[in-house]
């Protein structure tokens, strides 16, 4: 079951590095930004990205959209079946790595939407880094995503009591 989720993730996010684009500042370089469509009630949704960081170790410290009224940066954490979603305070950027966010791990969480993210629309999207500072780089929304993946849906508080139950249809 493990393997099934990973190899859907992974053409889901293949579908969308065709229309890369990258924006750069300093040594760091971010392209395949995309987020997912999200459904009429969702309240938030994720963004996820490829950070290619050339230089020394740097931090994504912030992320900001318009598209919702706060932006945070999410972690998901397996405990047996339950994924749960994690605020951290920053995202590490080893030096010479490059670092995916991806479904099912790092994203970008854009909160309290005011509008649902359309399929083939896009926005901006600020992420602040450490040392290379602030990059604005455009985001395209794609498909709500495949039917494993949870919803990203933090209309309750307490995101430890989100689990993959809960998004079932
Ligand atoms: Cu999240």
Redesign the pocket.
């Known amino acids: 079951m493990k393997t099934l989720f990973a190899a859907a993730l992974i053409v889901a996010a293949s579908a969308f590095s065709a229309h890369a684009a990258d924006w750069t500042v300093g040594s760091i370089t971010v392209s395949d930004a995309f987020a997912r469509a999200t459904a009429g009630k969702a309240s938030?949704g994720?963004s996820f990205l490829t950070i290619k960081n050339d230089g020394e170790a740097d931090r994504l410290l912030a992320a900001s959209a318009d598209v919702g009224a706060k932006t945070?940066l999410?972690t998901?954490i397996h405990e047996g079946d339950v994924m749960k979603?994690r605020q951290v305070d920053s995202i590490e950027l080893p030096a010479k790595t490059t670092v995916a966010l991806k479904p099912g791990g790092y994203?970008v969480?854009m909160m309290q939407l005011k509008a649902p993210l359309k399929k083939g629309e896009s926005f901006p999207l600020e992420l602040t880094f450490e040392k290379a500072g602030k990059l604005t780089v455009e985001v395209t929304i794609g498909g709500i995503g495949a039917k494993m993946s949870p919803e990203?849906d933090?209309s309750k508080m307490d995101?430890s009591k989100i689990d993959k139950s809960k998004s079932q249809k």
Request: cysteine-free.
């Open positions: 938030s994720g945070e999410h998901h979603m994203h969480m990203m933090h995101h």
